[in-house]
């Protein structure tokens, strides 16, 4: 099953930097534990500006999709207080195999 991937770019403004970093901080713990990665990235040349990478091991266990506990329901609901997120943030990208044991090539010749 592939690998799920969510890109999201992310405006906070500098009053709420420390608390966003926090809330990204817990909601990764959380998220580790259930198998998934959560990566931020900072735009040094644009104050305020990150991109959020979350990962997860299949399509329906992704952030954006699985059933979530109430303690990510609000840490979700927290940065949303405190950011601003894309409209295409929940955009989800599927992985894909790169190896020849496990790559299928639609275009290619038989």
Known sequence: MPK???VSRVTVSGGNEAAYLA???QLAAVLERRG???W???NPDHPGAFLEF???PSLMSHRARASRTGDELALEAKL???ATYAP???ELWEEV???SAHATDPGAAS
Do not use: N
């Open 54 to 56: 979350s990962e997860s």
């Open 40 to 42: 931020v990235f900072r």
């Open 80 to 82: 949303q207080s405190l």
């Open 97 to 99: 195999p790169l190896s």
């Open 36 to 38: 998934q990665r959560l």
């Open 23 to 25: 809330t990204v901080r």
């Open 88 to 90: 295409d943030a929940w």
């Open 4 to 6: 799920t991937l969510s």
